[in-house]
């Protein structure tokens, strides 16, 4: 079976400071990992995933995200957020060849000016 | 590409009925996953179709099924209505490619009274 955690359910930051949220996942099979986004009222946009390769990905509005096998996480971060980041973030994992996604509990990311 | 569509977007329905939902994934896009999302129990899988065959089930009672047609589209229903289907409802759609991202529609949000 596969879980993920997220320990932070809400992490409150100021305009153009940087934040991390966590996200560590239990699997005994390889995975694909993803952060995806929810804006209030609205489905989940994909924001980043990992699927193989190098282990730090990005997003074309500058979050990044680094794979660390050997810790099972999968953080998020920006060096600098906007007012418009404040939204619901969701870390999800998916075993290859299943299209099951098992999620995190969310972390709502507050930022204020 | 237009992205997946769900109808409709909210619905009021009262215990003991029934209640259909629609989603349209994207264009070329074979495989229909489901998800309901609660503040309690936070985002659960609920199945996948592909090519008409339900591939992979959560664990939810048999009031909850679904469908897939020919061209894609899924349907799922909710038989006997309670309280706690009170929901939003997530259908995401993906190519059936390596890394099998799934990208989400805007969601059913049903309210149960």
């Known amino acids: 079976a596969q879980s993920v955690t997220q320990l932070d359910s809400q992490v409150p930051v100021f305009e153009e400071a940087p934040v991390e949220l966590r996200c560590n996942y239990s699997s005994s099979v390889s995975v694909y990992l993803f952060w995806y986004v929810q804006y209030p009222n609205q489905g989940l946009q994909l924001l980043l995933k990992?699927?193989?390769?190098?282990?730090l990905v990005e997003s074309i509005n500058g979050f990044e995200a680094e794979f660390n096998k050997s810790q099972t996480s999968f953080h998020l971060r920006k060096p600098s957020v906007h007012i418009s980041d404040t939204a619901e973030y969701f870390c999800?994992?998916?075993?290859?060849?299943?299209?099951?996604?098992?999620f995190g509990t969310g972390t709502r990311l507050l930022v204020s000016p | 590409k237009a992205g997946v569509t769900q109808t409709p977007r909210y619905l009021i329905k009262t215990r003991g009925q029934q209640v259909t939902l629609s989603c349209s994934p994207i264009s070329g896009h074979r495989s229909v996953s489901w998800y309901q999302q609660t503040p309690g129990q936070g985002l659960q899988f609920l199945f996948e179709y592909f090519s008409e065959t339900q591939r992979n089930k959560g664990n939810f009672p048999g009031r909850f099924s679904g469908r897939q047609f020919s061209n894609s589209r899924s349907e799922m229903n909710v038989s006997t209505l309670e309280l706690g289907d009170s929901a939003l409802y997530l259908c995401?759609?993906?190519?059936?490619?390596?890394?099998?991202?799934?990208?989400f529609g805007p969601g059913t949000r049903l309210l149960v009274l």
């Open positions: 999800a994992v998916k075993s290859t060849g299943f299209q099951k996604l098992v």
């Open positions: 990992y699927l193989s390769g190098s282990t």
């Open positions: 995401a759609s993906s190519a059936v490619v390596a890394g099998e991202t799934q990208y």
